[in-house]
């Protein structure tokens, strides 16, 4: 098995806000995150796709179907947008990096062409960073997320 | 049946130590030949980059696996407060009989963080400097050799 990185970045604002918590609620669990007017990152995905290379043409999966595929899903969906009010996939939620890599993850995984999505890691800035990636064994040991919610 | 998807939470911090690289066991020649000018008698240092990563269900309320302020808040406790700006042959317990190699800092910090309450711990990776990095999930259970 072969790992296959590639790297895009996008701009987009946000703002965590819970509806069911006071104000003060939100201030206390959300610090300057809970600023009214939101705020903004340059966001760096990482999308990893795991396959064999193909004996005639030596690729995981064709790198332009790829950057098609983000440029499709990704980029036209989040890139300098207001996460909260105009990304679908993340109406009702917070979107943090755990929330966006998770709809990320769910928007690209029935999509890639050949080869497996291995892992998706989205990093709001250098020192922090979200990843979203399928479990090794089902042994039920570790916490979990279902890629459905 | 659909594939088990894990989150994780990844966070960087830094710090900046010195150290050298002596085992005690060794001739000064065995010592200069092993850890080469890692051995200097007056030490050296550098500023360290440790990415810590937590994994857990994400809070529906929060959106988040853990609190960044909890989980930072505890790091600074549990490590920075005792690593930075510091010697660790001098100055940090477990290393005055351990080499503090940066594999060893790697355990130490995972035995440090391992009890965090919010989530569980995965994996500490230490970058030394810009080229060398070196990563410890808690797998093994032997406890550090000096």
């Given at each position: 098995m072969v790992l296959l990185t590639r790297k895009i970045e996008f701009s987009a604002s946000h703002r965590y806000d819970n509806p069911n918590l006071s104000p003060e609620e939100n201030r206390r669990v959300f610090g300057k995150c809970n600023n009214?007017?939101?705020?903004?990152?340059?966001?760096?995905?990482e999308i990893t796709v795991?396959?064999?290379?193909?004996?005639?043409?030596?690729?995981?999966?064709?790198?332009?179907?790829?950057?098609?595929?983000?440029?499709?899903?990704?980029?036209?969906?989040?890139?300098h947008r207001n996460l909260n009010?105009?990304?679908?996939?993340?109406?009702?939620?917070?979107?943090?990096?755990?929330?966006?890599?998770?709809?990320?993850?769910?928007?690209?995984?029935?999509?890639?062409?050949?080869?497996?999505?291995?892992?998706?890691r989205l990093y709001e800035s250098a020192d922090l960073f979200a990843d979203c990636y399928r479990?090794?064994?089902s042994n039920g040991s570790a916490p979990a997320a279902k890629a459905g919610n | 049946?659909?594939?088990?998807?894990?989150?994780?939470?990844?966070?960087?911090?830094?710090?900046?130590?010195?150290?050298?690289?002596?085992?005690?066991?060794?001739?000064?020649?065995?010592?200069?030949?092993?850890y080469g000018k890692c051995n200097n008698p007056h030490g050296h240092g550098h500023n360290y980059v440790m990415e810590v990563l937590v994994s857990g269900p994400v809070d529906p309320v929060t959106g988040m696996i853990a609190n960044l302020a909890d989980l930072d808040a505890f790091v600074e406790k549990q490590v920075l407060s005792d690593y930075d700006h510091k010697s660790f042959n001098e100055d940090v317990a477990v290393f005055r009989n351990t080499v503090p190699t940066t594999e060893h800092l790697c355990m130490d910090i995972f035995q440090r963080l391992k009890a965090?309450?919010?989530?569980?711990?995965?994996?500490?990776r230490v970058e030394e400097t810009g080229n060398n990095s070196f990563e410890y999930a808690g797998e093994h259970t032997e406890e550090m050799k000096s």
């Amino acid at each position: 098995m072969v790992l296959l990185t590639r790297k895009i970045e996008f701009s987009a604002s946000h703002r965590y806000d819970n509806p069911n918590l006071s104000p003060e609620e939100n201030r206390r669990v959300f610090g300057k995150c809970n600023n009214a007017h939101g705020h903004g990152h340059n966001y760096t995905l990482e999308i990893t796709v795991a396959g064999e290379p193909n004996p005639v043409t030596g690729m995981v999966l064709d790198l332009k179907d790829l950057k098609d595929l983000l440029e499709r899903e990704i980029m036209q969906r989040m890139d300098h947008r207001n996460l909260n009010v105009e990304v679908p996939e993340l109406a009702g939620k917070i979107p943090t990096c755990e929330n966006i890599a998770l709809v990320i993850w769910n928007l690209l995984e029935p999509k890639i062409p050949t080869g497996r999505l291995h892992r998706v890691r989205l990093y709001e800035s250098a020192d922090l960073f979200a990843d979203c990636y399928r479990a090794a064994a089902s042994n039920g040991s570790a916490p979990a997320a279902k890629a459905g919610n | 049946m659909r594939d088990e998807i894990k989150i994780a939470m990844g966070r960087r911090y830094r710090f900046a130590a010195s150290h050298r690289l002596h085992n005690a066991k060794l001739s000064d020649a065995q010592n200069r030949e092993v850890y080469g000018k890692c051995n200097n008698p007056h030490g050296h240092g550098h500023n360290y980059v440790m990415e810590v990563l937590v994994s857990g269900p994400v809070d529906p309320v929060t959106g988040m696996i853990a609190n960044l302020a909890d989980l930072d808040a505890f790091v600074e406790k549990q490590v920075l407060s005792d690593y930075d700006h510091k010697s660790f042959n001098e100055d940090v317990a477990v290393f005055r009989n351990t080499v503090p190699t940066t594999e060893h800092l790697c355990m130490d910090i995972f035995q440090r963080l391992k009890a965090f309450p919010q989530a569980k711990l995965e994996r500490v990776r230490v970058e030394e400097t810009g080229n060398n990095s070196f990563e410890y999930a808690g797998e093994h259970t032997e406890e550090m050799k000096s």
